[in-house]
């Protein structure tokens, strides 16, 4: 998508820069209506606010139950320094994440669509930071511990896969 973004976004801005003052008026007041009609994102309608769906991840990933995996997989020592190495990544990822969801909220179209290219990059940059450190960490565990940390975060096993 932020591949997508990238290749719209310059072609958008072209044709938004040909526009006269009204024209763009009416593009943003648009916009504007079409966000206070209801037509708000999927995490916003999921979660009954106006929060933003680059704002729901950064909350997903502040959520990391650390002390649940503690207290609910038997971890050694060098478990529990790859755990917190891996608490870390993440929430260094929700840090840069959030800044870049702040920057979300830009008046002209043009300027949202660089803030969603650019909260998507900093989503992308973050999971590719936090995946080898999963790795690590899911490596020192036993398969019974593996099997209870699914259960402790509740993610199917499946999904354990996408993150590799």
């Known amino acids: 998508m932020a591949a997508s973004l990238g290749v719209l976004r310059p072609t958008f801005t072209t044709f938004y820069g040909l526009l006269n003052d009204e024209q763009k008026a009416r593009l943003v007041a648009m916009a504007i209506s079409n966000n206070a009609s209801g037509k708000e994102d999927v995490a916003s309608k999921q979660n009954g606010s106006k ?3 680059c704002q729901h991840w950064v909350v997903n990933l502040r959520s990391w139950p650390v002390r ?3 207290e609910g997989t038997s971890l ?3 478990q529990h320094a790859a755990l917190y190495e891996l608490t870390a990544a993440i929430y260094r990822a929700a840090g840069r994440l ?3 969801c702040i920057a979300e909220d830009r008046f002209t179209p043009p300027g ?3 803030a969603r290219q650019d909260a998507l ?4 940059k973050g999971i590719d930071a ?3 450190v999963f790795s690590q960490f899911e490596s020192e565990l036993t398969d019974l511990q593996k099997a209870k940390l699914g259960r402790v ?5 499946e999904i354990t896969s996408v993150i590799h």
């Open 98 to 100: 959030g800044a870049a």
């Open 153 to 157: 975060v509740n993610v199917p096993t």
């Open 130 to 132: 936090i995946r080898p």
């Open 112 to 114: 949202r669509l660089e």
């Open 76 to 78: 050694s020592d060098e």
């Open 51 to 53: 929060d933003s769906l």
């Open 68 to 70: 649940q995996i503690e």
């Open 121 to 124: 990059e900093a989503l992308q």
